[in-house]
Each structure stands twice: as structure tokens, then as C-alpha cells.
């Protein structure tokens, strides 16, 4: 028996259209009717899934940066924050912007739920456009280290490169100092080490809930989102998951252009 319904945005219920579609939304108002409550876990920005979150009625705190930043909108709680510890976050600094690395990524630093970048890359812009934040350039990123990012977050528009440079770190940095991902083929991504999807969703099932992972069911599309497929009794992968994603879910739904969430959803919790 589900008793949590967890869902990744981009990818899992937002595709090109950036929007949650009229069917995915009735049906996952079809499982809130039974009781379920529904949740959001996602890379992004708490603002900019705020949305989202919205769209769908959630009543739950909202995952945000991986599970970073886990914030109820109803009454503004942050119930979780968890950033890179800033020496940390000095060291990824200097690694991007040697001679090899610098002229090839954008880097994005999160602090107190604002997006700072060194300038406005295109590939900012675009990012900047989709989630509907405007980016505060600062030049040298170092002055924003007064205060800890939630996360840090490479753009590269070359996929090798984002694998070379997920790749090298992960020699570097052991799951304990850092958590690495990838949230789409084009985003590195850097967090606190006890940050990930897994964790955030451990948290509002066990914790807020109540609840036992076999009672829970998660829906993602990326890498970043294997562990909570893991945790979950019933883990979801997205047809237009990569091989890796799909190979550890228990089920492979549709594509997101084929509202793939809600098919997922009503095979195993409405039929």
C-alpha cells in the first residue's frame, strides 16, 4: 500500500513545454483524492519549483537542490538546509578555473536561494530562462563566499566534458567530502555529501510521515535521481531516463512527452 508519491519535475512531469500537463495534473489529483499525498524532489532551484509544486496541490514540504534545501511553502519552514562547506566549495572554484576547464563552463553558485554566476554565459541564459530566475553576475565568485552555496552546478553544452569533469572529481572528492551528479546530460552538479534525492525523501516519508520505504513510490528520469529510486518500494524510471536510470527501477513508464508519469501512476496506484 503507497502511502507517498514522490515526483522529479524536468524530464519526469515537465518536458519541452516546461509545464506539468493537463493529464499528469488530473491524475495526480486522482491520487490525492485516495489520501496519498504528493511530493516534489528535484535539482532545482526551491524558487524556481515553487511553481510546481503549486501546480500539482502538493501539502508537503517541497525538495529542493536534491533534497539541500527542504522548505514548506505553506508556512515558510525550512525543515532542511545542508550547503557545501565553503572551503569546499573555494577548491571546486579553483579546479574550474584552470586553464583546461575555465574557458568551457559556466559555473553556478546558490546562495540563500539566489543564483550567482561570474557573467552571463548563454548557457546561463538559457538555464536562467527555463527556471525563470534572473542570475546575479558578480565576476569573481569568491565574494560570494561569505555565505555557504546550497549547491554548485558546472553547465557545459559538451557532454564529454561534463563526464571528464564528473569523472576527475570523483578521483578527488570521496562520496563522504562531496555528493557529484548529474541531473541532465549537461549539468554537473556538486552538493553537501548528505545531499541527495534518497535522503530528502527518507525524510518526509520516515520523518514527517511516518512511514516505511516499501510505502513509497518515486517517479525520475536522471541520475540524480537513482536513490530515490532506490529507497522506494516502487522506484519509476522515465522512458527517456538513461540506460543506467532505468536498469535499477522496477518499471520503465512512457516518455514525458508521453506523459510517462501518469501512466506510471495510474498503472500502480489507480488501477
Same mark, same amino acid.
Given at each position: 500500500m503507497i502511502k507517498l508519491l514522490v515526483l522529479d519535475i524536468d524530464g519526469t512531469i515537465s518536458g519541452e513545454s516546461n509545464a506539468v500537463s493537463p493529464y499528469v495534473k488530473e491524475v495526480i489529483a486522482a491520487v490525492q483524492a485516495r489520501g496519498i499525498p504528493v511530493a516534489i524532489a528535484t535539482g532545482r532551484m526551491y524558487r524556481s519549483a515553487l511553481r510546481f509544486h503549486q501546480d500539482i496541490?502538493?501539502? /508537503?514540504?517541497?525538495?529542493?537542490?536534491?533534497? $539541500?534545501?527542504?522548505?514548506?511553502?505553506?508556512?515558510?519552514?525550512?525543515?532542511?538546509?545542508l550547503p557545501v562547506d565553503r572551503k569546499t566549495a573555494e577548491q571546486l572554484l579553483d579546479y574550474f578555473e584552470q586553464p583546461q576547464w575555465r574557458s568551457l563552463l559556466s559555473i553556478h553558485f546558490y546562495i540563500n536561494d539566489q543564483l550567482?554566476?561570474?557573467?552571463?554565459?548563454?548557457e546561463t541564459a538559457t538555464y536562467a530562462q527555463r527556471s525563470g530566475i534572473t542570475p546575479i553576475a558578480v565576476g569573481d565568485?569568491?565574494?560570494?563566499?561569505?555565505?555557504?552555496?546550497?549547491?554548485?552546478?558546472?553547465?557545459?553544452?559538451?557532454?564529454?566534458?561534463?563526464?571528464?569533469?564528473?569523472g576527475s572529481l570523483r578521483l578527488q572528492y570521496t562520496p563522504a567530502e562531496l555528493y557529484l551528479? #548529474?541531473?541532465?546530460? #549537461?549539468?554537473? %552538479?556538486?552538493?553537501?555529501?548528505?545531499?541527495?534525492? *534518497?535522503? =530528502?525523501?527518507?525524510?518526509? =516519508?520516515? %520523518? /514527517?510521515? *511516518?512511514?516505511?520505504?516499501?510505502?513509497?513510490?518515486?517517479?525520475?528520469?536522471?541520475?540524480?535521481? /537513482?536513490?530515490? /529510486?532506490?529507497? $522506494?518500494?516502487?522506484?519509476?524510471?522515465?522512458?527517456?531516463?538513461?540506460? *543506467?536510470?532505468q536498469a535499477i527501477a522496477q518499471w520503465v513508464a512512457p516518455t514525458v512527452e508521453e506523459d510517462g508519469a501518469a501512466v506510471a501512476i495510474e498503472k500502480f496506484l489507480l488501477s
Open positions: 496541490n502538493s501539502t /508537503l514540504p517541497l525538495a529542493a537542490y536534491q533534497g $539541500a534545501w527542504i522548505q514548506d511553502p505553506s508556512d515558510q519552514k525550512i525543515h532542511q538546509h550567482y554566476v561570474r557573467e552571463v554565459t548563454q565568485l569568491r565574494q560570494t563566499l561569505t555565505n555557504a552555496p546550497t549547491k554548485i552546478l558546472a553547465l557545459c553544452d559538451d557532454t564529454e566534458v561534463i563526464n571528464n569533469l564528473l551528479t #548529474t541531473s541532465v546530460a #549537461t549539468f554537473f %552538479e556538486a552538493t553537501n555529501p548528505f545531499v541527495n534525492k *534518497g535522503n =530528502a525523501v527518507r525524510y518526509l =516519508a520516515e %520523518e /514527517l510521515l *511516518g512511514i516505511q520505504s516499501h510505502e513509497v513510490m518515486c517517479i525520475g528520469d536522471n541520475f540524480n535521481d /537513482l536513490e530515490m /529510486l532506490e529507497y $522506494a518500494g516502487i522506484g519509476i524510471a522515465m522512458g527517456n531516463a538513461p540506460a *543506467g536510470v
